[in-house]
């Protein structure tokens, strides 16, 4: 059987999901909608982190920029590595985070991968404030801060518990503290008054797309899976930069109709589904083409991860506004103690019954790497399923050794098989 799969060296169907120019477009108008309000000088911008308290701004009228996403869409254009550089040259050392260094690098040099994309941007929208979390890690405070000197724009943020067991009222209480001290110096930088029934709409439709979301990852737990975590890597564009808004909830409606009829055909997103993976950790933005086709070649669906689901924010409640914020945004996965996030990933193996677990250690990510104090080793005891670590980075491609990964990726597909006979 191994024979049998290692013999099928033909280029892997990479079958596309019509709903993904949707989304496609949906990016599109949002990056231009952004343009457009930069040149102008309104409505307001404001950059936020990826799980930083965008309801918050949307509710106060600014638009909402998310620099992680930019710094991806250098990994992904593969632009990423000869910015980093640049950074380093400012003190930026080249072990710390690869989505910062290439951002700064990327402003450093004057180019950006929106001027590629999407006609007539040329560059990245100018912040009218800069929000934070540091949920995720310091990094962004830091890569926040150095923007704010440059735009000569306020930076202020929320500083959040790290490593969270069960999470307490104590834990949640700071963090909404925290959340309602911002609405004092927003205000004031939006020029509008805070509306909390606008707030609540705004939630709302968070908690709507996040819905939608988490149900199209889902659906990735049918056999064969009409999705894999290489396509959700691409579909999860408007759940971090348009949570909040119609827009985005409209989007998911159609994707997650497709996905539906593709589980009512059978219709798996790669050709015969042999073995059920789960990512851990970054995807590596420059290699998912590459990665995907390896291991749908090797029949291996790799078909969930932590990294999609971060985007699902069940306790989000409009009848509660700012504690389901402060409960959201603080008990996701990153900001989590080991034990939880065992608990965390038992559960995703077992929903998805999965065969094996990839765990990416990336290089400039300490923060979502979590195969470095024995987890892999504690979680194949616990639950039998197999795991394989793959050296790499998010955004860094000097990082990479593809003939190892392969190899790696080869090697752990035949233990799976043989295990299987
Ligand atoms: S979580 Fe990792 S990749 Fe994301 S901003 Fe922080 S250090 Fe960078």
């Known amino acids: 059987m191994w024979g049998h799969i290692m013999s099928d060296e033909k280029k892997p169907v990479r079958k596309k999901l019509k709903a993904a120019s949707e989304t496609s477009r949906f990016m ?9 309000a930069s040149k102008k000088g309104e409505p307001k911008i404001a950059w936020c982190t990826s799980v930083g308290p965008a309801e918050i701004l949307r509710a106060l009228g600014f638009l909402v920029y998310f620099p992680e996403t930019h710094a991806a869409m250098l990994g992904a254009t593969r632009m990423a590595t000869e910015l980093i550089p640049e950074a380093n040259a400012m003190g930026y050392s080249p072990d710390i985070c690869s989505y910062l260094t290439a951002d700064i690098g990327a402003f450093l040099r004057g180019v950006t991968p929106l001027s590629k ?6 560059t990245i929208p100018r912040p009218d404030v800069l929000v934070f979390n540091t949920n995720q890690c310091r990094d962004v405070q830091d890569w926040f801060s150095w923007f704010g000197k440059k735009f000569d724009a306020p930076v202020i943020g929320i500083y959040t518990h790290r490593n969270i067991g069960k999470i307490t009222e104590a834990h949640v209480a700071s963090i909404t503290k925290q959340m309602q001290d911002l609405i004092e110096p927003l205000e004031k930088i939006s020029g509008r008054r805070f509306s909390l029934d606008t707030l609540k709409r705004v939630i709302a439709l968070s908690r709507e797309c996040s819905e939608l979301w988490r149900q199209v990852l889902e659906t990735a737990t049918a056999r064969p899976s009409p999705l894999t975590f290489f396509d959700g890597t691409t579909l999860m564009g408007p759940a971090v930069v348009g949570r909040g808004t119609q827009r985005a909830v409209d989007v998911y409606k159609i994707l997650l109709a497709e996905l539906n009829e593709r589980i009512k055909s059978k219709e798996g997103a790669i050709e015969d589904e042999c073995f059920r993976l789960y990512w851990e950790g970054m995807p590596v933005w420059g290699r998912l083409r590459a990665h995907s086709e390896l291991f749908s070649r090797l029949k291996a669906n790799v078909l969930a991860s932590t990294y999609c689901n971060s985007w699902i924010f069940s306790a989000l409640d409009e009848n509660d506004p700012f504690n389901s914020m ?3 945004y603080t008990e996701l996965f990153i900001v989590r103690s080991d ?7 038992k559960k995703m193996i077992k929903l998805f019954a999965i065969d094996g677990v990839i765990y990416h250690d990336a290089k400039t990510c300490p923060n979502n790497t979590n195969c470095r104090y024995g987890m892999p080793q504690r979680l194949e005891q616990q639950t039998g399923v197999p795991s394989l670590i793959i050296n790499a980075d998010l955004n860094d491609l000097r990082l990479i050794s593809d003939e190892q990964t392969k190899t790696n990726v080869e090697a752990f597909i035949e233990q799976l098989e043989e295990s299987q006979t």
């Open 28 to 36: 599109a108008d949002y990056y231009h909608e952004l343009d457009a």
């Open 117 to 122: 994309v999407y006609q007539g941007i040329e």
């Open 326 to 328: 402060a409960k959201a």
């Open 339 to 345: 034990d939880e996030k065992e608990i965390y990933i």
